[in-house]
Structures are given as structure tokens and as C-alpha cells.
């Protein structure tokens, strides 16, 4: 049996930075971040996401980009 005196690892390093003027990247390029935040702030309801009580929310993260 041959043992190895060395093992070659893949290792990929991520990097993010935020300006102010230019947006989000990652690993140095530009991405173009879009998405919603739903928070849970029924407390009757706490988180359940059934679709008749949620309905008029979910349309409108749906319509999002209608919108503006």
C-alpha cells in the first residue's frame, strides 16, 4: 500500500462587499439582488402560510415587479 505525501484540495473562497452607490458583489462582480422579506407579525396566526389567509400578501410579492 502507497501512501501520498500530499493531497491537492479544491478551495473555493467567496467575498461579498456592499456600496452604496454601485449595489451588491460578489467575488468582485456585480449581482443584481431582488427578492421580498415576509415577516410574521400576526400574533393570532403566528407563521402558518396557508393560502386563503395569506392570499392577498402572496399576490402581492407575486406582482412585485408589476408594480414598480
Do not use: T
Amino acid at each position: 500500500m502507497v501512501v501520498p505525501d500530499a493531497v491537492v484540495l479544491l478551495l473555493r473562497v467567496r467575498y461579498f462587499s456592499v456600496d452604496e452607490d454601485k449595489g451588491f458583489f460578489l467575488n468582485g462582480k456585480y449581482l443584481d439582488l431582488q427578492g421580498v422579506n415576509r415577516h410574521q407579525d400576526r400574533a393570532d396566526r403566528g407563521s402558518d402560510i396557508l393560502i386563503p389567509r395569506n392570499e392577498g400578501e402572496l399576490n402581492s410579492v407575486a406582482n412585485r415587479d408589476k408594480i414598480q
